[in-house]
């Protein structure tokens, strides 16, 4: 199976094996659509032969992809020289990406996110990736088969920098939509949900509500995942929406009490032997 070769906040990987009773079969798909991709967990996953569209509002995240999907051996050969060690991590976060090759770009954030602080990205309100040093005792910086994989996947997919609103506005009955947003917080202090300068609130959860309604009255399919925030209850629990808990261990919190099991939702709008 093709695995991310990023970590990635509210990544999907542990909890794959409860979502896959819930994925419609792939011979009923025409068209697949993954509006939120961060580390593409769940793209990898289901191996797909047929048009795929993968988009994110992070275009970094974006054109990382791109260029693992169009030069995977320039990646793979710039990440080689990159090492673990303290001022070294800085000296290339120091970098201005404008200044690299698309291969070296590509290089510097997977480096990066596989030696800087829990693996996490997070920007300054000047977009600049701002998080520290992690000190792993020995992370795999240049994972070649796995990147080979990933670039083999994602061989005639499109990418692209969007509004999730904006990425699903060509999809039309038969084609299946995947979301998963940042998180309706918990609590206030509970979940990571700045993924970038620009957040992700209230109003756009209310905003994302409202596209996964039209959708389904153009007769799209549609998973989403969120939190068990009483907000989602409010926003999809109703007909015509199927709620299913999924037990989940968060992985980026800073306090390592709250790591523990969490209920999550899956929540479809069709039936999920797919009779409706
Ligand atoms: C929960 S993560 C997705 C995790 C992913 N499914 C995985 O397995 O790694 C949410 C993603 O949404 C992106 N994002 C935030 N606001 C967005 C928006 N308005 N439209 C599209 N993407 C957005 C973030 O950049 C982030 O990559």
């Not at 009255?217 to 007909?239: C, F, H, I, T």
Request: glycine share 6%; with cysteine.
């Amino acid at each position: 199976m093709t695995l991310p070769f990023l970590k990635w906040a509210g990544g999907k990987q542990r909890v794959l094996s409860q979502y896959k009773p819930f994925f419609p079969p792939i011979a009923c798909i025409n068209h697949y659509f993954e509006p939120f991709i961060g580390s593409a967990a769940v793209f990898f996953s289901l191996q797909l032969n047929i048009p795929a569209a993968l988009s994110d509002q992070n275009e970094k995240l974006i054109e990382v992809y791109k260029i693992v999907r169009d030069d995977v051996a320039g990646v793979i050969a710039a990440l080689k020289p990159h090492r673990n060690e303290a001022d070294y991590y800085y000296s290339i976060r120091a970098q201005n990406p404008d200044d690299l090759t698309k291969a070296q770009r590509a290089a510097r954030l997977i480096f990066l996110n596989k030696t800087c602080y829990n693996g996490l990205y997070r920007e300054n309100r000047k977009g600049e990736f701002n998080v520290p040093f992690g000190r792993y005792k020995n992370p795999k910086i240049c994972d070649a088969p796995r990147l080979e994989a990933a670039a083999a996947a994602l061989q005639g997919v499109s990418l692209q920098v969007a509004d999730f609103a904006e990425a699903i506005k060509t999809a039309v009955p038969g084609d299946f939509v995947y979301f998963d947003p940042p998180y309706v917080p918990l609590s206030q202090t509970s979940n990571f949900t700045s993924y970038n300068k620009a957040g992700f609130g209230p109003d756009d959860q209310v905003r994302l509500a409202e596209t996964v309604g039209h959708l389904t009255e153009r007769g799209v399919k549609v998973m989403l995942s969120n939190s068990s925030a009483d907000l989602v209850y409010e926003l999809y629990g109703r007909s015509p929406y199927r709620l299913i808990d999924i037990q989940a261990r968060r992985n980026i919190n800073s306090n390592p009490a709250r790591r523990g099991p969490v209920k999550e939702l899956l929540i479809l709008n069709y039936d999920e032997k797919w009779k409706t």
